[in-house]
C-alpha cells in the first residue's frame, strides 16, 4: 500500500486539460487519462504502477516541492 506516496493536486485554469499518469518499469507507457474542465480539481498519486503525471493545458499545480502552473496552448 502507498500512503505515504506524494500526491499532486491539479487544478484546470481552462478547459480540456489533459491529465496523463504514465507507468513505472522498462517501458514508460500510458496507463491512464484524465480530461478537466476549467475549475475541476484532481488529486493524483503516485504509486506502485505509477512513475510519471504528464499535464496538457493550463494548469495551477501544488506538491510537497512547491507550487508551479502549466502552460495553455499558444
Known sequence: MYINSDYVVIKALEDGVNV??????????FHHSEKLDKG??????FT???SAIKIRGKAHIQ????????EGKK
Open 20 to 29: 496523463i499518469g504514465l507507468t513505472r518499469g522498462a517501458d514508460t507507457r
Open 40 to 45: 475541476e480539481v484532481l488529486i493524483a498519486q
Open 48 to 50: 506502485e504502477h505509477t
Open 63 to 70: 506538491t510537497r516541492h512547491g507550487e508551479i502552473e502549466s
